[in-house]
T-cell receptor
């Protein structure tokens, strides 16, 4: 059975800290891995990763995929209170998205 | 110019009632979805609809039925509402089966 596991489930840090969120997967036919950020409303797209070792970067956020070890990490540097959200990982397997349970990140001022 | 819009945003109703949630996308996407997000924030796929092909998550009760009058719309109809149906329902769309764009969600409360 396809599955996506995110860790930690929740994380509380102080502003300015750097955080690393993890997403591991076991799927039958990997096509891509996606990261989303969900604040109060809809999940919003952050990154899509298809190739190992190539970092995707957007401001203070970056992500990388390891297709050999079957995981991805999402890094956030110099965190701000606005980074507080649930971060969701999803893997496209056979054209179906398999979602992780999310990591709830809280940034304290 | 909302890309994926769903209405209503909030819905409070009694057990046993029938209700619908509407969804429209103006992105020209060919696939639309309904997701349920429960109190634990876990996103669960309910349906996906692509070129008149409906893929149903087999765990979804048949009280839930999607209706798609055209490629830009996928409405969700729920019969005989139960307490456990209380959740936030998200509509989403994509081109192919890749990056999804979500609507703002419809919070359903069943009393």
């Amino acid at each position: 059975e396809d599955k996506v596991v995110q860790s930690p489930l929740s994380l509380v840090v102080h502003e300015g800290d750097t955080v690393t969120l993890n997403c591991s997967y076991e799927v039958t036919n990997f096509r891509s891995l996606l990261w989303y950020k969900q604040e109060k409303k809809a999940p919003t797209f952050l990154f899509m990763l298809t190739s190992s070792g190539i970092e995707k970067k957007s401001g203070r956020l970056s992500s990388i995929l390891d297709k050999k070890e079957l995981f991805s990490i999402l890094n956030i540097t110099a965190t701000q209170t606005g980074d507080s959200a649930i971060y969701l990982c999803a893997v496209d397997s056979n054209y179906q998205l398999i979602w992780g349970a999310g990591t709830k990140l809280i940034i304290k001022p | 110019d909302t890309a994926v819009s769903q209405t209503p945003k909030y819905l409070v109703t009694q057990m046993g009632n029938d209700k619908s949630i509407k969804c429209e996308q103006n992105l020209g996407h060919d696939t639309m979805y309904w997701y349920k997000q429960d109190s634990k924030k876990f996103l669960k796929i309910m349906f996906s609809y692509n070129n008149k092909e409906l893929i149903i998550n087999e765990t979804v009760p048949n009280r839930f039925s999607p209706k798609s009058p055209d490629k830009a719309h996928l409405n969700l109809h729920i019969n005989s509402l139960e307490l456990g149906d209380s959740a936030v329902y998200f509509c989403a769309s994509s081109l192919g089966a890749n990056v999804l764009t979500f609507g703002a969600g419809s919070r359903l409360t069943v009393l």
